[in-house]
């Protein structure tokens, strides 16, 4: 069974601390949910399947974390992680997606996830017999520009007398097998780099049929199967290959790749997925409000509603068909976020609602927050703008005065425009450095120093004139 990561609740907590801003009760939320998924794996077995998730439903405006929070917080867990659109489905008997789709998805992420581990466990193992198939295929080119000696043709013994012995047609010589001393030589010519620019040729697979979408029963679910995989489980059929010729640093890479393909044991990374999909898997649905119904409305309110019905057996729990096998969605962990400006949480269906035992208001971001989220998170904006300068050689540096006038401006523009949250700091900062990110390659001064007069220089004209700020910020 895949053991979830034993983090304690304040320990969640911190950890989502380091990227997201602010919103403390959503985070205490979703800690205190993940925390009853390891409790649920210690119960009794017989007591264990009772025990439903403790669903979520975020409140609140865009740009103030919601999608962050789920998303650092399936990282955290190391389970499989699926984001959707509520809008996006529409329900059985209209031409749209298919709510099943969300489990399919559930599960190919999880696939992904554990082939990535595989990988990396068998990475050495595939670099060890990737160098060993290249040694031999240097040393049969390096054999091939030798001269080799003339085939020798046996003679009949001489006291046979007047009898003729018809020996066949004289045997074909066999590769010969290179000595170690000439593996020896390969080996440490190889790994000093010296073989970088010979050419061998390795045998690859063919990547040129196409796929072939199959419309399920379902909705037009696309399941996309790759012949060559379905032919390769045939008796003794090897697929489609093709001759290239390629310089030793990209034939490792191809012989790397074919070694961990054949090392990684698929049916246990399937089994493996489809049990940490069922177990630990967590579904982020935005826009949940989108599908909320409203009173006194018609028309197009019959589908929203209709996609809430569609969508309640995924979350109650039910068995979906996969291409990997039947799929339960009874424990896996659902966190439903919106902004809930026109409808409220209310206007879901009884059943829907009851769902989500769990619902937390996050709080929109001011001033205040914006200078955080500029300075304080691992993945903050200014740092990752002067890392991107960095690689042109050149140090970007903000002043303290800097950033308070950048989040002034972004606060100012939220506040006319509409508010987009810490996602105007994007737009914001993509205006102040665009002279420079554009200039960079060739400017003359490495250091640049971004103060809050320059700031004022580049986004006050926008700012000042509405109708220009209305489409830049």
Known sequence: MSELRSFTPREIVSELDRYIVGQHKAKRAVAIALRHRWRRQQVADDLRDEIAPKNIIMIGPTGVGKTEIARRLAKLARAPFLKVEASKFTEVGYVGRDVESIVRDLVESAIKMVREEERERVQVRAQELAEERLLQLLAQARSATEPSPAPQVP????????FVFNFGAPPQPSTPQPSAQLLQELRAQLRSGELDEVEVEVDVMDQSNPLMTIFGANGQEELELNFR?????LPGFRGRTKR??????????????????KLLDMDRIQREAVERTEQLGIVFIDEIDKVAGRPAAAGADVSREGVQRDLLPIVEGSTVTTKYGPVRSDHVLFIAAGAFHVSKVSDLIPELQGRFPIRVELESLGLEDFIRVLTEPRNALT??????????????????DAIEAIASYASEANKRAENIGARRLHTVLEALLEEISFTAPERQDREIVLDAAYVKKVLAPILGDEDLARFML
């Open 155 to 162: 003679q009949a013994p001489a006291n046979l007398g007047p």
């Open 229 to 233: 995989e379905v032919l390769g489980q």
């Open 244 to 261: 290239r010729s390629l310089k030793v640093p990209e034939a490792r890479r191809v012989l790397e790749e074919v070694e961990v393909q």
């Open 383 to 400: 740092r990752q703008y002067t890392a991107l300068l960095a690689t042109e050689g050149i140090e970007l540096r903000f002043t303290q």
